[in-house]
């Protein structure tokens, strides 16, 4: 089985047919890292723990050593920090889980970063941190179906749930026509090519 989480499914629809093989071909195999870890770490720092800003790039940046990293988790952290505070309300930790594929070769993490409680209303986050993909309103109502039908049940069924496009500063959280078979599309896509990649390794 293959495991990623939700962006890097997201990200892999975002591109053609031959970087998606290329993308999914690092996955198929262990190994790699998530480049993103200290931005999503910050983030829990800040939202869920109520860090400042320079608590939060204290406590995720003291051991990173390569300084492009360093810089893009830090303004991606600036950015987070300052969309905190013209969202009021009150943080909580989400809820989390997987989806799993049909073929039962893909499976796809869903872990929000914060959830926001206000005005009676519980919404969970996912973080788009990407710069060079740009994140469609059809890309990210696949992410808010798949965290729909995977969290958004028993005492959370009255939750809703968004992805945070962090560069842009913009909040997707509504599926579209056709999102369902979109979505049962691209995870059929993306498990033949990981078997594809894997047989041929």
């Not at 809703?160 to 995870?187: I, M, Q, W, Y």
Request: charged fraction near 20%; hydrophobic fraction near 40%; aromatic fraction near 8%.
């Amino acid at each position: 089985m293959t495991r990623m989480g939700l962006v890097t499914f997201l990200a892999n629809d975002c591109v053609d047919s031959v970087a998606r093989t290329s993308r999914l071909s690092k996955y198929a195999l262990p190994g790699g890292g998530d480049y993103h870890w200290a931005v999503k770490k910050g983030a829990e720092e800040i939202f869920v723990n109520e860090a400042s800003y320079d608590e939060a790039v204290s406590e995720v940046m003291g051991n990173m050593t390569k300084s492009t990293q360093r810089l893009h988790s830090q303004a991606a952290l600036k950015s987070l920090y300052e969309w905190k505070l013209s969202h009021p309300g009150t943080y909580v930790p989400a809820p989390s889980g997987n989806f799993v594929g049909p073929k039962g070769e893909l499976i796809i993490r869903l872990d929000p970063s914060f959830a926001c409680v206000s005005g009676g209303k519980s919404t969970a986050y996912v973080l788009w941190l990407f710069k060079e993909l740009r994140l469609t309103p059809q890309v990210a109502g696949m992410g808010v179906h798949l965290l729909q039908s995977a969290l958004g049940v028993g005492e959370h069924s009255n939750w809703r749930f968004a992805l945070l496009d962090v560069p842009a500063g913009k909040v997707f959280s509504r599926t579209h026509k056709n999102t369902a078979s979109a979505v049962e599309f691209a995870v059929r896509t993306q498990e033949e090519l990981l078997l594809s990649v894997k047989k041929a390794a």
